[in-house]
């Protein structure tokens, strides 16, 4: 009989282990093997970073505390599997060490993120210090819970439990549709003026030629990209407006075009308009109609031929920039280095540098003129260089809406987000595998349902490519959180918990 016990209670355990390591190992690899780029709240102590390499005490102690409810996994996990209490300590140690180490090694290769061996030691010593003092507290805590939870979820009917997680899905499908539609471009503004080479008081000046520019109100595909490479291609694509710099005086067409005035003395050639060192032009007044195009499209493409003077320049010198001030516009084009740095407005980016920008690399390897086209069409960044698409895109979802609330996103940073909060917004579906009160069989269609109300209510603004991706990533949560739940409840089940 003590043997049955024994076998039932590393069962019990090797559940609660498994309950545990599977949202805390999450949790850690999302801390810290994503590119956050977070900023430091207190003042660094240089004596600390020189014996340690951390910038304050608050780092060690973050480490300790990450990895203690590893550590308690680990020691239930191997409890389950009849380890000893000393093979549990030790082996909750020795495991959190080897998941450290691969992640300080992982850090090295991931931008924000700094390795240093110290931080193997403080999460290995956090792991140690759950083993030893808190898993065997904590174990009869969680399994009181555990069975009073599972007591209360038999006296709550099924019923009950269905027009929650309609209730849920409702409220998840209308978000994620609010959340779509602060990544279209309809809050431009109709006072900014185009400058090119500089913003409108000269500040951030680029050097440079510029061949021609021209804006649209739809998004490119490769084909069209290919299509305007030279002035007279661009102008029969009715665009909103195009500036030809390729002749004096420069010719002007569109709708929307407004004249330009030249700042100081810009050179015009036949490669076009040199800018730069205190030179640049502007439009004599702001290019009314072009916000309201824009936004009733909900898509634009930004074509511009530029030819960079200095392509080593690490200065950001603004290109083209449809705005008033350095940090006010509505589409730029920046250099920044070999980089092309594109910064838009949207309801989604902050109103401090638009953030986040968008940066594509090696765009400029010498001083050759090549023709940028930046497209946009609600959800999906693209750029295409010489009619060819460049390696980067980027899309925005929900998600990254949602991510760029809470701290300020980089462009790395951009991607899994929509699905991430897919995941999450799918974790209450899973909840339809505990053992409700009364027939709960039509919970399950209800809950099958769940991944394409999340995956496809951004349809409801824009049809965007990210809704697969999050429909999947949402059934995969559903399947996989459905078996779990069943498999961890199964000890509970059998017993009647007042």
């Not at 290995?124 to 759950?130: C, I, K, Q, Y």
């Amino acid at each position: 009989m003590s043997r049955l016990l024994d076998r039932r209670q590393q069962h019990v355990s090797l559940r609660r282990g498994v309950a545990l390591l599977l949202p805390v190992l999450a949790l850690i690899l999302a801390l810290t093997l994503y590119p956050f780029a977070l900023s430091d709240s207190l003042p660094p102590q240089p004596a600390l970073t020189l014996v340690t390499g951390l910038s304050h005490g608050l780092d060690m102690l973050q480490n300790v505390l990450l990895f203690i409810p590893l550590g308690i996994a680990l020691h239930w996990l191997l409890a389950g599997m009849g380890a000893g209490r000393r093979g549990q300590i030790v082996g909750a140690s020795l495991v959190a060490g080897v998941i450290a180490l691969a992640i300080e090694a992982a850090q090295l290769f991931i931008p924000g993120r700094t390795a240093a061996l110290v931080d193997v030691l403080a999460n290995a010593s956090g792991a140690a210090l759950g083993s030893w003092r808190l898993a065997q507290p904590v174990a009869p805590v969680v399994d009181w819970l555990g069975g009073w939870c599972l007591a209360r979820v038999r006296q709550t009917p099924a019923v009950l439990a269905g027009v929650g997680l309609i209730s849920w899905l409702m409220v998840a499908g209308g978000l994620l549709a609010y959340w779509q539609q602060a990544t279209l471009p309809v809050n431009w503004s109709e006072r900014y003026t185009f400058q090119i080479g500089a913003a409108s008081d000269g500040r951030r000046f680029w050097p440079g030629y510029v061949g021609f520019v021209a804006l649209y109100d739809r998004a490119f595909d490769q084909a069209d990209a290919q299509a305007v490479l030279t002035p007279d291609n661009a102008f029969t694509r009715t665009p909103l407006l195009v500036y030809d710099f390729t002749h004096f005086p420069p010719v002007q067409v569109g709708p929307l075009v407004r004249p330009l005035v030249a700042q100081g003395k810009p050179t015009f050639t036949t490669e076009g308009v040199g800018v730069g060192y205190q030179r640049w032009l502007a439009s004599a007044e702001p290019l009314s109609g072009v916000a309201g195009a824009v936004a009733r499209s909900r898509a634009f493409t930004l074509v511009a031929q530029v030819a960079p003077r200095e392509p080593t320049r690490a200065t950001e010198g603004l290109m083209i920039n449809y705005g008033r001030r350095i940090d006010a516009h509505n589409i730029s084009l920046i250099q920044a280095g070999s980089d092309l740095l594109v910064r838009m407005r949207l309801p989604f980016t902050r109103p401090v540098d638009d953030r986040p920008p968008l940066r594509f690399a090696d765009v400029f390897h010498d001083a050759q003129p090549r023709v940028v086209a930046f497209s946009y069409d609600g959800v999906v960044a693209r750029l295409f260089v010489d009619g060819q698409p460049h390696r980067q895109w980027y899309a925005l979802g929900p998600g990254e809406v949602l991510a760029n609330r809470l701290f300020p996103v980089q462009s790395h940073q951009i991607g899994g987000w929509s699905s991430a909060l897919a995941v999450g917004l799918s974790m209450p579906l899973v909840l339809v595998g505990l053992p409700w009160h009364g027939r709960r069989w039509w919970l399950f269609p209800l809950a099958l349902a769940g991944p394409l109300i999340i995956g496809y209510a951004p349809w409801l603004v824009i049809p965007q490519p990210l809704s697969g991706r999050m429909a999947l990533a949402a059934a995969l949560t559903l399947l996989c959180g459905i078996l779990f739940v069943v498999w961890f409840t199964r000890p509970f089940r059998s017993r009647s918990v007042a």
